[in-house]
């Protein structure tokens, strides 16, 4: 989805002094500051008026900077659409998208031939591997009401072993996403939504087979805190003794995190390798927790292309130019898929609903 910028990464490296497991708070930036094996990620959250049959927003365009509109007006961007706001048909090679939508929908084509309609809940997780075009559009559905559209895209990286290998998607359905609600002395909760990774006894289905989130030694974790104003609740402490976790705290005043009071709108750097605490201020507080352990090889990117080298990338753009990694097969660069309700049909034929 949307292009990345430059950004410091969140340091993991030295512990605070104080004892806290707390590393490094800084506040978001866009994209927000992530750490090996992440790349990158966004938060997406459009209040999207009412649709029109063709998908559209209704009303007036204009304003906008149609092709590259970021500004917000009014509550929600374009994009890079021109009818239907999204990111019409781009490359990616080298790494993984996973796309989590909370509201909303979002329509996939490729260059493999595959489509899909989701959200709402689900995931999409998206191995580029050798190399895919795609396309996600946010089909504005509801003709007779709004159409908020949430969604968190995160960039995975991929081991030099699996950078080229064969493109593939999966899509974890809402139903099929695993969730636990923790209730703390007070009887205040938390609802955990269990992306990636496994959370008191819940974990999700697996990822493409050649993710780093499918190997073992990967220690991957991917998870959504909503937590009641007061409300505690205990992290474990990761498996693997080098793995790195960061939190999101992108919606509400502020939350405790091992006993230090952070601000909304921050990313915390913490000490995966111990329990960490949470306690929500005198609001609901939301967080976006990512794991993992780090893959430890250089990283080269430019772009849409996430490769080991400098060559390596030089020859990536050099295969998209020869080859357009297998062409667009579709009569648009921004195919959106009527009024269907969620589906996945993937390249072999096979289909699939929630």
């Known amino acids: 989805m949307t292009e990345p910028v430059s950004t410091e990464p969140v340091s993991t490296e030295q512990p605070a002094t104080d004892g806290s497991i707390v590393f490094e708070v800084v506040p978001l930036a866009f994209p927000w500051q992530t750490i090996d094996p992440f790349l990158f990620c966004v938060h997406h959250d459009d209040a999207f008026p009412e649709g029109r049959g063709d998908l559209a927003p209704v009303g ?141 006894g819940a974990t999700p289905p697996s990822p493409p087979p050649a993710s780093w989130g499918s190997d073992p030694r990967s220690d991957l974790a991917i998870w959504h805190l909503e937590l009641d104003a007061g409300a505690e609740v205990t992290l474990p402490a990761a498996a693997g003794p080098d793995t790195v976790r960061a939190m999101y705290v992108y919606r509400g005043a502020g939350v405790e995190i091992g006993g230090r009071p952070v601000d909304g ?60 990694f297998g062409g667009w097969p579709w009569p648009a660069d921004d195919p959106t898929h009527g009024h269907e309700t969620r589906f996945a049909r993937h390249p072999d034929g096979r289909e699939e609903r929630p």
Do not use: C
């Open 265 to 324: 709108s921050v990313v915390v750097a913490v000490d995966a390798q111990r329990p960490a605490g949470l306690r929500a201020g005198s609001e609901r507080v939301e967080v976006l927790v990512l794991q993992g352990r780090p893959i430890g090889e250089p990283v080269a990117q430019y772009g849409p292309f996430v490769m080991n080298t400098e060559a390596e990338i030089r020859e990536a753009f050099a295969d998209y130019r020869a080859t357009a």
């Open 60 to 200: 007036s365009l204009e304003g906008r900077a149609i092709g590259n509109d970021f500004v917000g007006i009014d509550g929600w961007r374009m994009y890079h659409g021109s009818v239907v706001p999204g990111f019409p048909q781009h490359p990616h090679r080298g790494f993984e998208t996973v796309t989590f939508v909370r509201r909303g929908l979002v329509d996939h084509a490729d260059s493999a031939g595959a489509t899909a309609r989701y959200g709402e809940g689900d995931v999409q997780w998206l191995t580029a591997g050798s190399g895919v075009l795609h396309s996600e559009m946010f089909p504005l559905v509801h003709e007779d009401r709004p159409n908020p559209t949430e969604l968190f895209q995160i960039w995975l990286n991929l081991p030099s072993t699996n950078k080229f290998a064969e493109p593939a998607f999966t899509i974890l359905w809402d139903d099929d996403i695993p969730r636990r609600t923790v209730v703390d002395d007070h009887g205040l909760t938390t609802t955990v939504t269990v992306v990636a990774g496994s959370f008191d």
